[in-house]
């Protein structure tokens, strides 16, 4: 149950000027620049933060090359390492209501997710982490008797991550659990509008014991202090989640640095597949809206295309219009909202584009389409369902990131296929059907990192998160995820 009280009590707490915390201190920007934090939920400032140069990023990676090179962490035993992460994540979630509120006004997701999906879950993978890391081990080779072949898995230094807004406890965490686990030091960039909880953090892993330098936080432009984090010499890797623009540039500027490797989570257009046969069209439905609208659609597995088998295409776009109107949108830190705010105004204006642009090519609006409670101030828009959707379209192309769902008939598995195939994305996927051969079928043809089935958007820590195609590389959550923070180290060594 979530303590209503406490949340009114923090609906409007005033917050601290928000600093970077580099080298295991708070500190300014060097040129003492300022930025102003506005919240979504009602257009107004709540918090100024700092806001970095080159300058205050270059000074965060000398520190953490500094703590990754005298040992301070990565020489400690990983049961120790484990210790002071596990402290970490108990600090964290002793926090976790106070934690998810700030982070409600900083980025607008409801309450009730927020609180799981952003503290507990950030806890949670810390947790995770860190009871993994001591239980790691090198391997022998087979070699001949004359030989000892040995593997060792070694932290691979100092590691840049770039996280998005709309959750970023969650993804910042799915980083910097495996990566410090490893023993790796950490730069981490929040998103501009979304960076005061990942500060907390930070200055919560200090107060667990996790020595200066370890974990730095810089707080500023992305074109700024990412492109200043991309193209120093001194990270040896980056960590990205977001769009594919930056993703693409990031690439760009490690080769003309010091080819870094660059592993890249950057969003889909994901199909959810909708066939006759599906097991229960009510769980269908309610599952669907939940799929595209929570968070307001700001999730990177979000089920922005639905393809509904032709025959019953109409009957389960009535029912689902019905159940997103349903839905209530407004206030997020009211825990009986379904969706809350869009997290900026410049992300609510795209939205619209898209909308608008779809209007102008003649598809249908079923329901929404605007703005709403501008009264508020703040950056509202009712959940939208288009249909009769192009597979051409841009908005059956392009990630809209907000609540906008691209609705498309199909008539035989094959062309499903072929439509949930067609754009450049390959982040998740889901069909319905209670065939248990065209599930099967499905997850095979289906070209994406997840496929569900009879669900959208389950899913836990142990398995693996990551796109194909333009959706990215590498992986996040679960074991696999130390693969980008371990390297492989041989010995060879002559008996
Ligand atoms: P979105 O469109 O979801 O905001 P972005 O890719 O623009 O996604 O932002 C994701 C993260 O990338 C944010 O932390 C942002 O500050 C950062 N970022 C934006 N531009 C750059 C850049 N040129 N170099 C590095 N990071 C960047």
């Keep these: 149950m979530l303590d209503v009280k406490r949340i009114e009590s923090l609906r409007h707490a005033a917050v601290a000027p928000v600093l970077h915390v580099i080298d295991g201190t708070s500190r300014p920007s060097r ?58 994540a108990a600090l964290i979630e002793a926090q976790a209501l106070d934690l998810a509120v700030l982070g409600v006004r900083n980025n607008g997701t409801e309450i009730g997710m927020a609180l799981k999906a952003e503290p507990l879950s950030a806890a949670a993978t810390i947790r995770y982490y860190a009871e993994a890391v001591d239980k790691i081990f090198g391997e022998i080779a087979p070699t001949g008797d004359d030989v000892l072949g040995l593997v060792h898995r070694a932290p691979v230094g100092v590691v840049g991550a770039i996280v998005p807004w709309n959750f970023p406890l969650m993804i910042g965490a799915w980083k910097l659990g495996p990566a410090l686990a490893a023993g790796n030091t950490v730069v981490l960039k929040p998103a501009e509008t979304a960076s005061l909880t990942l ?55 490690a080769a003309k640095s010091n080819l870094k490797r660059v592993y890249l989570e950057l969003g889909g257009k994901s199909p959810n597949i909708v066939f006759a046969d599906a097991p229960s069209l009510d769980e269908a439905v309610k599952v669907s809206a939940m799929g595209i609208f929570r968070n307001s659609g700001q999730v990177c597995v979000a089920g922005s295309r639905l393809l509904v088998e032709r025959s019953i295409h109409d009957e389960f776009v ?36 898209f909308v ?140």
């Design 31 to 88: 040129d003492g620049a300022t930025s102003e934090v506005i919240s979504p939920l009602d257009g107004r400032a709540m918090a100024v933060m700092a806001w970095g140069t080159a300058a205050d990023a270059e000074d965060a990676i000398a520190a953490a090359r500094r703590a990754f090179e005298d040992g301070r962490w990565s020489g400690l035993p990983p049961a120790e390492r484990k210790r002071i992460m596990l402290r970490w």
């Design 199 to 253: 500060v907390r953090i930070a200055e919560l892993a200090l107060e667990a014991g996790m020595p200066a330098g370890v974990l730095n936080v810089v707080l500023g432009e992305g074109k700024v202090v990412g492109e200043a984090m991309s193209l120093s010499p001194e990270i040896d890797v980056l960590v990205f989640t977001g769009s594919g623009g930056v993703g693409r540039r990031l690439l760009e500027n």
């Design 318 to 353: 009535a029912r689902l219009v019905r159940a997103t109107e349903a839905m209530k949108v407004g206030d997020p830190l009211d825990p009986a909202t379904a969706a809350g705010a869009v997290n900026s105004l410049a992300q609510l204006e795209q939205n619209l584009r």
């Design 356 to 495: 608008a642009e779809a209007r102008a090519m003649g598809r249908a609006i079923a329901t929404g389409g605007g703005r709403v409670l501008e009264a508020t101030g703040g950056y509202y828009m009712a959940p939208t369902i288009v249909t009769g959707v192009n597979p051409a379209d841009s908005l059956a192309q392009a990630e809209v990131f907000g609540p906008v769902l691209a609705v498309m008939p199909f008539d035989t598995e094959d062309e499903a296929v072929a439509i949930a195939n067609g754009t450049d994305y390959g982040l998740a996927a889901a069909v319905w059907t209670t065939s248990l051969s065209r599930a099967h079928r499905m997850v095979r043809r289906l070209r994406a990192g997840i496929v569900h089935v009879n669900t959208y958007g389950g899913s836990d820590l142990t398995v693996p998160l990551g796109g194909v195609k333009q959706s990215g590389n590498g992986h996040d959550k679960s074991l696999h995820a130390f693969d980008k923070y371990l390297d492989l180290k041989s010995a060879w060594i002559r008996l």
